[in-house]
């Protein structure tokens, strides 16, 4: 599991907005616990910081922080 999007911004400063803790597993992970314990779940890929950007502009319609 790693952070990602709205999280992975504020972590690497990109940010100053209060934190949606969002998250990445692999595709297949079981997320109902996670769910249940209020984070945003997204599945599949590895992230770093040039991808966490493009996922922001990608799915800009659907962002928590906007």
Known sequence: MVYSHE???LLNDLTDR???Y???VPTGY???KLKQDGLIVHTFRTY???RTICD???DKKNRILQ
């Open 30 to 32: 079981n997320t109902s």
């Open 22 to 24: 969002c998250v990445t």
């Open 7 to 9: 999280t992975d911004l």
């Open 56 to 58: 922001m502009l990608r």
């Open 48 to 50: 770093d910081v040039e």
């Open 18 to 20: 209060d934190p949606v």
